[in-house]
């Protein structure tokens, strides 16, 4: 998260998502509201949300204040519950293929192939 990193001392560009590919930096707007690898999990969320006045995918300050309110910290808790345990689990498998496969190196000289 992009607390962490402030402590840290990592410049603000290289905190970015982990989780998926949009190469944004991992703020608590990003996380909460728009990184799409937990895009399932807002979407059970955002309904209930909704009726509480915040549309989770365009956080601002006033949506912020809202969800902080003693009547609804609950649903927020669960949320941000839900949102770490699934980044957790998202951060593991990349740990782990990093570490189960060998990536390929790149050698000068090498042909510049393509994935996609
Ligand atoms: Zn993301």
């Known amino acids: 998260m992009i607390e962490t ?3 840290k001392g990592i ?3 290289e905190r970015l998502c982990q989780i998926c590919d949009d190469k944004c930096i991992e703020d608590e707007q990003h996380f909460i509201g728009s990184c799409k690898s937990l895009s399932h999990i807002r ?3 955002k309904e209930r949300f909704m009726e509480e006045g915040v549309d989770i ?3 601002d300050v006033e949506a912020i204040k ?3 309110d003693a009547d609804r910290t609950k649903l ?3 949320l941000l519950q839900d949102l770490f345990e699934e980044r957790k689990i998202l951060m593991y498998d990349i ?3 990093e570490t189960d496969e060998p990536t390929q190196e790149m050698h000068v000289g090498d042909p510049i192939t393509s994935t996609e």
């Open 43 to 45: 979407a059970s969320y």
């Open 5 to 7: 990193g402030r402590y």
């Open 11 to 13: 410049p603000l560009e």
């Open 66 to 68: 809202i969800m902080l």
């Open 76 to 78: 927020t808790c669960d």
């Open 57 to 59: 995918e365009k956080l």
């Open 95 to 97: 740990t782990e293929n």
